[in-house]
């Protein structure tokens, strides 16, 4: 069993950034990111290859987040840059123990962190 810790979350007006860590307990495969608003599903963010060779981002968040991994330090990154109001909500890291391709559905994923809460003030 892998747990997976994240932290960095907070308050940021729009057009700030924030860094978000997931710190991992073990090895991992493929990696992700999403997120969770009031009254919504949970909806993807980006996801990323064990080696780094294969990254998604959702639509949305294209050209304006970067997802990263220390594989060395079982850490995955988000940075966020530029962002919306629309941005708000609950990040949750995950993580597959599997190495089959990487996962843009919250099915490919067997760990999840406990989530942090970001908010984006217009």
């Known amino acids: 069993q892998v747990q997976l810790v994240e932290s960095g979350g907070g308050l940021v007006q729009a057009g700030g950034s924030l860094r978000l860590s997931c710190a991992a307990s073990g090895r991992t495969f493929s990696m992700g990111w999403f997120r969770q608003a009031p009254g919504k599903e949970r909806e993807f963010v980006a996801a990323?290859?064990?080696?780094?060779?294969?990254?998604y981002y959702a639509d949305s968040v294209k050209g304006r987040f970067t997802i990263s991994r220390d594989n060395a330090k079982n850490t995955l990154y988000l940075h966020m840059a530029n962002m919306e109001p629309e941005d708000t909500a609950i990040y949750y890291c995950a993580a597959s123990k599997t190495i089959l391709g990487v996962s843009t559905t919250p099915n490919g994923y067997d760990y999840w962190g406990q989530g942090t809460q970001v908010t984006v003030s217009s």
């Open positions: 990323i290859r064990w080696s780094g060779g294969t990254i």
